[in-house]
Antibody, heavy 119, light 107 residues
Framework: EVQLLESGGGLVQPGGSLRLSCAASGFTFGSYAMSWVRQAPGKGLEWVSSISGDGVKTYNADSLRGRFTISRDNSKNTLYLQTNSLRADDTAVYYC????????????WGQGTLVTVSS | DIQMTQSPSSVSASVGDRVIITCRASQGISSWLVWYQQKPGKAPKLLIYAASSLQSGVPSRFSGSGSGTDFTLTISSLQPEDFATYYCQQANSFPLTFGPGTKVDIK
């Protein structure tokens, strides 16, 4: 059974940083692209970033202006999102998602980790 | 960027009703359209991919159609467990974009 378990969320002050992690199991992690999608409270879904299975290619939402960096460690079956210069409008539940093979759709999602940016 | 719109933004329906949700892309995306269902406090769940292909385990009362810029999600006979918010997503090109969602609630 595919499982994705996010961690690393919490309360952070504006301008601060957090590293989110997503531990994957139940599939050959390095064979699949992975992504982060976020959802602000009471709002819709927003794609954040994706990374290829080998970690070579990354894609990011332009709105992030380089503040977030996606990475992965295939030896640890773990996906990461480094978030810097956090702002109040980054407050959201951050979901880790597994991409379907060779596509940009998400066939499995974690339960999410809440990031709250507030002073 | 490809903008996605959905209509209606919300719909009130009864068990057994047929519900149709539409999704429109600002430019052609062939059949690279995905539908998700999200219940309160839960992660989204993949329902339909490639515009009309049903994800494994999803009930057959869900169906999708369309190509190019106009797509529909149909629930043929609404069940109690179908009350949720539905999102479309274009998987054609980066940046990936979602529609704003359609909330289906109880009439």
């Amino acid at each position: 059974e595919v499982q994705l378990l996010e961690s690393g969320g919490g309360l952070v002050q504006p301008g601060g940083s957090l590293r989110l992690s997503c531990a994957a199991s139940g599939f050959t992690f390095g064979s699949y692209a992975m992504s982060w999608v976020r959802q602000a409270p009471g709002k819709g879904l927003e794609w954040v970033s994706s990374i290829s299975g080998d970690g070579v290619k990354t894609y990011n939402a332009d709105s992030l202006r380089g503040r977030f960096t996606i990475s992965r460690d295939n030896s640890k079956n773990t996906l990461y999102l480094q978030t810097n210069s956090l702002r109040a409008d980054d407050t959201a539940v951050y979901y880790c998602a597994k991409n379907d093979v060779a596509t940009s759709l998400f066939d499995c999602w974690g339960q999410g980790t809440l990031v709250t940016v507030s002073s | 960027d490809i903008q996605m719109t959905q209509s209606p933004s919300s719909v009130s329906a009864s068990v057994g009703d047929r519900v149709i949700i539409t999704c429109r892309a600002s430019q052609g995306i062939s059949s690279w359209l995905v539908w998700y269902q999200q219940k309160p406090g839960k992660a989204p769940k993949l329902l339909i991919y490639a515009a009309s292909s049903l994800q494994s385990g999803v009930p057959s009362r869900f169906s999708g159609s369309g190509s190019g810029t106009d797509f529909t999600l149909t629930i043929s006979s609404l069940q109690p467990e179908d009350f949720a918010t539905y999102y479309c997503q274009q998987a054609n090109s980066f940046p990936l974009t979602f529609g704003p969602g359609t909330k289906v609630d109880i009439k």
